[in-house]
């Protein structure tokens, strides 16, 4: 029986290449590989270290934005904070903080709280 699969299997593989669609074959092969063996759960959270380096970066990028008078600075600084409070508020779910907040734009306020929580915590950056 196995003998007659695989020679099947064969088959198919050789007059899909014969045909030129070897790429199909190849895609069922590995949607069937991949249904015998799952791959590994991917982690859903970030890195601790990944979030503090995000948030170094961010944090830099809001400095240099504030300090030049470049055009469209308003837009600039308007999606450089999303940025850095999206980055806050996913090191607060990581670090298993509760949040009042779940969505940015966040105010200053509550920024400030945020950061505070995060660096209570440990976190550096």
Wanted: net charge negative.
């Amino acid at each position: 029986m196995v003998w007659l699969v695989l020679s099947l299997g064969g088959l198919v593989l050789l007059a899909a290449g014969l045909l030129g669609h070897l790429d199909r074959a190849g895609a069922l092969l590995v949607r069937l590989w991949e249904r015998v063996h799952p791959p590994p759960p991917r982690p859903t959270t970030v890195s601790v270290e990944q979030l503090a380096a995000d948030l170094r970066r961010l944090a830099a990028l809001l400095e240099r934005t504030y300090a030049t008078e470049q055009p469209s600075k308003m837009e600039r600084l308007t999606a450089a904070s999303l940025a850095y409070d999206w980055v806050l508020l996913s090191a607060c779910r990581t670090l298993e903080i509760p949040l009042e907040h779940d969505m940015p734009p966040l105010d200053s306020i509550s920024r400030l709280e945020t950061e505070a929580a995060l660096a209570s915590r440990g976190l550096d950056w």
